[in-house]
């Protein structure tokens, strides 16, 4: 059983950045396909991110294309995600999770291990 646990979140201006972490431990992620999500207060948990085995390639959700960056480091077993143009909107909590059958998926029913999640809040 993997245990994930991410780190980095924090309190940040607009148009500011950070890099969150999601560090894996138990067994190797590096055959796993793995995404980060986000579920701000009284809305559902919304998929941000996924990363292919290799990291050759990443998909992205609309609301995060072109300012947040999925990437991966097998030999370190961690996971994650450069985030870059902060928006108020961008507050919530952060998750990573794994793909269990592979592939690019969206769906949060597609991934489990989840981790304890990493708040990030974007205020001036």
């Known amino acids: 059983q993997v245990q994930l646990v991410e780190s980095g979140g924090g309190l940040v201006q607009p148009g500011g950045s950070l890099r969150l972490s999601c560090a894996a431990s138990?067994?190797?992620?590096?055959?796993?396909?793995m995404g980060w999500f986000r579920q701000a207060p009284e809305k559902d948990r919304e998929f941000l991110a996924t990363?292919?085995?290799?990291?050759?390639?990443?998909y992205y959700a609309d609301s995060v294309k072109g300012r947040f960056t999925i990437s991966r480091d097998n030999a370190k077993n961690m996971v994650y995600l450069q985030m870059n143009s902060l928006k108020p909107e961008d507050t919530a909590v952060y998750y990573c999770?794994?793909?269990?059958?592979?592939?690019?998926?969206?769906?949060?029913?597609?991934?489990?291990?989840w981790g304890q999640g990493t708040q990030v809040t974007v205020s001036s």
């Open positions: 999770a794994i793909a269990p059958n592979g592939g690019i998926v969206t769906n949060k029913e597609n991934y489990n291990s």
């Open positions: 990363i292919s085995l290799s990291g050759g390639s990443t």
């Open positions: 138990g067994r190797s992620i590096s055959s796993a396909f």
